[in-house]
């Protein structure tokens, strides 16, 4: 059974930082890019980072660019994401996802192409 676990989220104040991490299990973990994304209240849910073991590509939405870093540990299987700096447009849920193999981290509009598997998400909340 394919399981992606996120954990980390919580309240902080504009500034502040937050590591998420998200444990995968029940597949091949080097086989799929995996990344994450985000839904605020009311909005479209959009990526926000991706990293990609197979070709060691990383990606960044340019609204966290330089503010998060994406990092990957393939002996726990365990993908994290050091968000600094934190803004108050950076509340939502914050999901894990893995990327069927062959896709990467080829971002659409809005979020990654060929996602395949969702975690169920952890929250995070920035004050103003």
């Known amino acids: 059974e394919v399981q992606l676990v996120e954990s980390g989220g919580g309240l902080v104040q504009a500034g502040g930082s937050l590591r998420l991490s998200c444990a995968a299990s029940?597949?091949?973990?080097?086989?799929?890019?995996i990344a994450w994304s985000r839904q605020a209240p009311g909005k479209e849910r959009e990526g926000v980072s991706c990293?990609?073991?197979?070709?060691?590509?990383?990606h960044y939405a340019d609204s966290v660019k330089g503010r998060f870093t994406i990092s990957s540990d393939n002996a726990k299987n365990t993908v994290y994401l050091q968000m600094n700096s934190l803004k108050p447009e950076d509340t939502g849920v914050y999901y894990c996802?893995?990327?069927?193999?062959?896709?990467?981290?080829?971002?659409?509009?809005?979020?990654?192409?060929?996602?395949?598997?969702w975690g169920k998400g952890t929250l995070v909340t920035v004050s103003s």
């Open positions: 990293i990609s073991s197979s070709d060691g590509r990383i």
């Open positions: 029940g597949f091949t973990f080097g086989d799929y890019a």
């Open positions: 996802a893995a990327v069927r193999p062959g896709w990467g981290c080829s971002y659409g509009s809005t979020n990654y192409y060929g996602i395949n598997y």
